[in-house]
């Protein structure tokens, strides 16, 4: 019976030994999984040019986001949107930026020419981790003209006296506008300059021969450049693109400019344009036009009159004149100007 007793003790402390032995097996297998897993996303994320050719060829806009800053804050969506799309448009662009981290990082120190300068942070154990910060590209705009208004992207940014003008900007592309007045005639003329793909990019106006055109051709710039100019500097697309994506479903859309700031129904608001949405499609695009009404006149003329929709107060001119300016522009949509409290949009709709 003793004897019995014992053995039965002893199978016991068997049975704990190997639960005991299997549990702590157990426990090595996950730390050492888990340190083997963090050791391996260390080491990727060490390797700061790899990181990034994976989130722009998968045009990863969130990832962008948390790789890239810019004065040391984070991208918004726009702006990793805008500057995704610019990377990628450009295989040869694309390689180069790549090679250029990867120089960096592996010589240890920052080309300021370079479009983004390494910024080191707190990595795991003895890897190290990185970002990527914008930095500023040179833009130098002259003029045959003193007193040419500059304009980037719409928006006025400095005048030119006797020497050039010299401003610093994101990479990426702009619509450079030069506007210059004399005898009370007034000459515009729009350049495209691709920021980033020299260390310095320079632009140069021939406007004083221009003068000789008439009223009503100089009328005709103003107005087309005007447009094409706004939608550019808003969407980052031609209005003839804009209008292509009218009819076009949700998914299309938010493919390729990334996901709305904020969405009230069935309208979603980005920075500078909005959509509305139809069964899922594309039914109207709003984009801000950055004038004022005192500006938009100035370039257009007083509407006929003026109607009030729930869109907003419509400005209503004779048929001649957007039939004219569209037909030019090759759109087929409905197209209006719209006034609103927080200032002008363009109105496409099927």
Not at 6 to 14: D, E, G, I, L, V
Not at 235 to 261: A, H, Q
Not at 301 to 314: A, H, I, L, N, S
């Amino acid at each position: 019976m003793a004897s019995r007793v014992a053995s039965t003790a002893q199978k016991k402390r068997k049975r704990r030994l190997l639960v005991g032995s299997v549990i702590i097996v157990g426990l090595f297998l996950f730390v050492a999984f888990w340190f083997g897993r963090n050791m391996q996303e260390a080491a990727r994320m060490e390797k700061t040019d790899e990181r990034l050719a994976t989130l722009l060829k998968e045009k990863d806009q969130r990832g962008f986001q948390q790789l890239v800053t810019m004065n040391g804050k984070s991208l918004p969506m726009s702006e990793a949107t805008r500057l995704v799309n610019w990377l990628t448009a450009d295989s040869e662009r694309t390689g180069r930026v790549i090679a250029q981290v990867k120089q960096d990082q592996g010589a240890g120190k920052q080309v300021k020419t370079h479009l983004f300068s390494l910024q080191e942070e707190d990595g795991w154990l003895w890897y190290d981790r990185y970002s990527l910060d914008v930095n500023p590209q040179r833009l130098t705009v002259s003029s045959d003209l003193p007193g040419t208004k500059i304009s980037l992207d719409g928006e006025e940014v400095g005048t030119i006296d006797q020497k050039s003008l010299e401003l610093k900007r994101s990479p990426g592309e702009y619509d450079v506008q030069a506007s210059a007045e004399q005898s009370g005639q007034t000459v515009q003329e729009s350049k495209t300059v691709q920021l980033g793909d020299e260390p310095n990019a320079t632009v140069d106006f021939k406007l004083a021969d221009r003068f000789n055109t008439t009223v009503s051709n100089e009328y005709a710039v103003d107005i087309k450049t005007l447009l094409e100019t706004e939608v550019k500097a808003r969407t980052g697309k031609s209005i003839d693109t804009m209008t292509g994506y009218l009819g076009r479903s949700r998914d299309s859309f938010e493919n390729t400019f990334g996901t709305p700031d904020s969405t009230v129904a069935n309208r979603a608001r980005y920075d500078g344009y909005e959509v509305t949405y139809q069964s899922g499609q594309v039914e109207e695009l709003l984009i801000r036009l950055n004038k004022t009404p005192d500006e938009l006149e100035a370039i257009a003329g007083k509407p006929e009159r003026k109607k009030r929709e729930q869109v907003g107060t419509v400005w209503e001119y004779p048929s001649s004149f957007l039939e004219g300016v569209f037909e030019w522009l090759n759109l087929r949509a409905e197209k209006r100007v719209v006034e609103r409290e927080d200032g002008m949009w363009l109105q496409l709709k099927d």
